[in-house]
């Protein structure tokens, strides 16, 4: 490129960092270890080259430069030359020499004027005035500073997509820790339950031991109208030993024993909600909680009878036999986390303590593990649950 401004840096980063959603790439057991190293080193390699394109861009400009510069020196040249022709030739009173020395100069200055025109941006516009040398120190000084910004643009860029790929590191080191543990969801995980069917379910594996009395605590996320069943424990002579519902146009409830009572619960549709409901055979004496807050409370619900052993806890159906019998009107739509079971009535403290994600361990006969639960009939578990920053924050 012939023109003064050819040195103008354009210096557009050819490469976009194509970032995925790390989180979505740490939490998805579907990809593997090895696919996460091997878009990490392609991010890498195509970062590299990047930075080459740059450094060759970087080098043109510095030799456009020194053209610069060198025509700056030359034109300099060309009018000290003729002011030191002209005065030789008045000391000397050689008129023939300075006459002579007076053409050389002028014939030198006509000569870098034809190439400032040539080469001035503006010759394609005005190819009658010249650049004089304060135009061409102009010209070079913003070159000059037009370099710096882009070498500090590049550097930010880089630095930038040298974060993105640290991050993605980090996450996927945490994601093969908790693989080589045994863990295929080191964040937690939930259950999904999308479309209302008679075989979508999840089973508890835990053993349910005699209770005398208990606290079921759960999170929910709703996609239909009525949660459904989210939990039913049936005993052989008893399908519904235990029983947390609600029908498409009725109340929640809470059934111990086959004897029912409604819970005043006002469950909403597409978010997070904590529940829990308490029960003791000491007068029948029930709780319900949403949100950490207690929503209504009773007695008279199975006084003197206590939760027998043996049974199977399913979780998104309500049995009417041991195990199945399941009705597809009463199947849970949409989405579990974090259920738990213990064998005593939980203060209200410690049901605040579960709706802000701690955690209470005593007395927990059915923990949320990933081993666990089983998944049936295209139920599902993804990764993520509720409390799983706050779970990060707190440990």
């Not at 025109?117 to 005035?129: C, F, G, L, Q, W």
């Not at 000059?144 to 040298?162: C, F, I, N, S």
């Amino acid at each position: 490129n012939n023109h003064l401004v050819s040195g103008l840096l354009y210096l557009q980063l050819p490469y976009k960092c194509n970032t995925k959603n790390f989180q979505q790439q740490a939490d998805d057991p579907s990809l593997y270890a090895g696919e996460d190293w091997g878009y990490l080193r392609t991010t890498a390699e195509e970062l590299r080259q990047t930075v080459l394109q740059q450094k060759d861009q970087i080098q043109t400009d510095q030799r456009t430069i020194r053209e610069l510069t060198g025509k700056l020196s030359e034109c300099e040249k060309g009018l000290d030359g003729k002011s030191g022709s002209s005065s030789s030739a008045d000391r000397r009173g050689d008129a023939a020499a300075g006459l002579r020395g007076g053409k050389a100069a002028a014939d030198r200055e006509e000569h870098l004027e034809r190439i400032m025109v040539r080469d001035s941006p503006a010759s394609t516009h005005d190819t009658e005035r010249p650049w004089r040398v304060e135009d061409l120190e102009g010209e070079l000084e913003r070159k000059v500073e037009l370099l710096e910004k882009e070498r500090k643009a590049l550097r930010q860029e880089t630095e930038k997509h040298r974060q993105e790929i640290d991050r993605g590191i980090d996450k996927l080191r945490h994601r093969i820790s908790g693989l080589e543990e045994g863990h295929s969801f080191p964040e937690g995980y939930r259950l999904s339950f999308p479309t209302r069917t008679n075989y979508m379910y999840a089973l508890v594996r835990h053993s349910i031991p005699k209770l005398r009395s208990f606290t079921a605590c759960l999170w929910l996320r709703p996609a239909e109208g009525g949660i459904g069943t989210p939990l039913s424990y049936a005993v052989p002579d008893q399908p519904n030993e235990l029983v947390l519902l609600q029908g498409l146009h009725s109340p929640a409830e809470l059934l111990v024993n086959d004897k029912v009572t409604q819970l005043p619960l006002n469950l909403s549709r597409g978010s997070w909600q904590h529940v829990c409901v308490s029960w003791s055979q000491k007068g029948g004496v029930w709780q319900a909680y949403q949100g950490g807050k207690l929503r209504g409370e009773g007695h008279g619900l199975a006084t003197g009878h206590h939760i027998r052993p043996g049974g199977e806890l399913v979780l998104g159906q309500e049995q009417d036999s041991l195990g199945g019998g399941f009705d597809s009107s009463q199947a849970l739509v949409g989405q579990l986390s974090q259920v738990g079971l213990w064998d005593r009535v939980l203060s209200s403290s410690q049901v605040a303590t579960l709706a802000r994600c701690g955690k209470v361990p005593q007395g927990s006969v059915a923990p949320w593990t990933e081993n666990g639960i089983e998944v049936h009939g295209g139920a599902t578990k993804d990764p993520g649950e509720p409390c799983s920053k706050h779970s990060r924050s707190s440990q």
